[in-house]
């Protein structure tokens, strides 16, 4: 029996140190970060396909139902975990002790969440005078639950830079959750196939969390210990409760005052502009945090670290973005059908903001792998009152005007923001705005190239062979304007280095 407890202790203990990993950072976070990227690609691949057909098979109605849950319902979930699994990431002192206390209280929280969902079906019946909301809030009570027991053990994963058993755990549970649903939406099922999806990506997250990673609790009571991490935890999961207000406002508002059908297409505008973005921006978070809070002691290598992962984040997303933004017609009739056309315009405005968010929001990571919990926080406060001014008064002109005053609040503040988010750590406002410029006019240059091309008249009678087309265009101007400036030349063979790096 002895021996038995030995080897339960010793299985355990492995997932805490993390002091071996300091001289593996750059092999770590290049090779977990871009296998990562890599394998989001089956993801993405799936969530395209699965996006197609879906819209075929179901109405806006049905979207914007389930947005007007997952609005409140999403917000309820976001206290599974307080801030926990930033502190088991960022922190050099956890134990077995610590890491039992902080699961069973998140699985305490999270019972009680599956329970204040329940209470929420009702109001929410009430709210928009739909039955049907009623229906589908309470079954993301389960959701609850499943969520909330997977946050430990993907934050060791996360501790020990264990990406490469993340991203198969992320793709298994986005196939074995979408292709259910596509099934249940050929069969009729409405709006409660878009439901299934969010509840099949729990379960299976979950039970693939506890197959791939070891660790289990021991039953500890929650008490005193776990101050500190309560209290780091409490400026991230305040920021995320105030963060996600602000971001769903938008939700709210569409579905109170222009009902089912425009939010429908409002969010699915916005999930499709967002999806190949999440793909690049999620796996790039989750190598950075951790590589960086092990880094926070040697402000050089941090600020080098901080350069080259934003060099990074930018040379992709900011073409993917433009790229979609000029070929936004032909994309979303291509990928939702003709029904959806009247999402086009509000794609493309979305698409503003869009450009600045992925890299913007490496502010976040800055102050939690410095462990700025609390300024972390106050800037959450700052930026959920401008983004809530600028909805309230962009609803007053629309869907378009709601999109536009998001943008402008989001340009405005960017400046300011950096100052006080990169204050006292080893990263410079002026570093942020030279590492991004390249990639910046880069993908303007092209961006204006695929319009020119596509507003002279020299196109495809089928929107495939125009999207194709734009995307050789697109490709050859974006990777041109870099092989001809010397200077980007080299920052682009950077890029193709770290490439090869992966197969070594």
Not at 123 to 142: C, H, M, N, Q
Not at 207 to 212: I, R, T
Not at 403 to 426: D, E, G, H, Q
């Amino acid at each position: 029996m002895k021996s038995t407890n030995s080897n339960f202790s010793l299985e355990n203990e492995k997932w805490f140190e993390r002091g071996y990993l300091l001289d593996q950072i750059k092999e770590k976070s290049i090779k977990g970060g871009l296998r990562t990227i890599l394998a989001q690609l089956f993801s993405f691949t799936v969530n395209i396909l699965t996006t197609i057909f879906l819209a075929r098979l179901l109405l806006p109605e049905d979207y914007g139902l389930v947005a007007m849950v997952t609005a409140f319902t999403g917000f309820v979930l976001i206290f599974k975990d307080l801030g926990i699994s930033q502190a088991i990431i960022t922190k050099d002192n956890i134990d077995q002790n610590i890491a039992s206390q902080l699961f069973w209280l998140n699985f305490f929280i999270c019972i009680g969440l599956a329970i204040l969902i329940l209470a929420l079906a009702p109001f929410l019946t009430w709210f928009y005078d739909e039955p049907k909301v009623g229906r589908i809030t309470t079954s993301y009570a389960l959701v609850a639950i499943f969520s909330g027991l997977s946050v430990q053990h993907q934050a060791l994963l996360s501790r020990q830079m264990l990406f490469k058993q993340i991203s198969h755990i992320t793709m298994l549970a986005a196939f074995f959750s979408l292709v259910p649903s596509l099934i249940l939406a050929y069969l009729g099922a409405g709006y409660w196939a878009l439901v299934a999806i969010n509840f099949l990506n729990a379960f299976i997250t979950f039970f693939l969390l506890w197959y791939k990673c070891s660790w289990r609790p021991s039953f500890k009571m929650p008490n005193k210990d776990i101050k500190e991490y309560l209290l780091f935890g409490a400026g991230v999961s305040g920021f995320n409760v105030i963060n996600y207000f602000s971001r769903n406002l938008d939700n709210i508002i569409i579905g109170k005052y222009l009902g089912s059908t425009p939010l429908g297409l409002y969010s699915k505008a916005y999930q499709l502009l967002m999806l190949p973005i999440t793909q690049l921006r999620d796996p790039l978070n989750s190598v950075g945090i951790p590589a960086m809070s092990s880094l926070r002691n040697q402000k050089e290598r941090y600020a080098q670290y901080y350069d080259k992962f934003l060099f990074i984040m930018s040379f992709f997303s900011m073409p993917i973005t433009l790229f979609l933004t000029v070929n936004a017609n032909d994309l979303i009739i291509l990928a939702l059908g003709e029904q959806w056309v009247e999402a086009v315009v509000i794609f493309q405005l979305l698409s503003i903001t869009a450009f600045i968010q992925p890299i913007a929001s490496t502010r976040g990571m800055v102050m939690i792998s410095c462990g700025l919990s609390t300024r972390y926080f106050f800037w959450g406060l700052i930026n959920a009152i401008a983004v809530t001014i600028s909805f309230f008064v962009g609803i007053q002109f629309g869907l378009n005007g709601l999109a536009i005053a998001y943008a402008i609040v989001n340009y405005i503040i960017l400046v300011p923001s950096l100052s006080y988010c990169f204050k006292n750590t080893p990263v410079s406002v002026k570093s942020f705005f030279k590492t991004i410029y390249p990639p910046v006019i880069a993908s303007l240059l092209a961006a204006g190239i695929n319009h020119l091309y596509l507003s002279s008249g020299v196109t495809f009678d089928y929107r495939l062979l125009n999207l194709i087309s734009s995307t050789i265009i697109f490709l050859v101007s974006y990777l041109g304007v870099w092989m001809a400036i010397p200077s980007m030349r080299i920052k682009a063979l950077n890029i193709i280095n770290i490439v090869r790096s992966i197969k070594k």
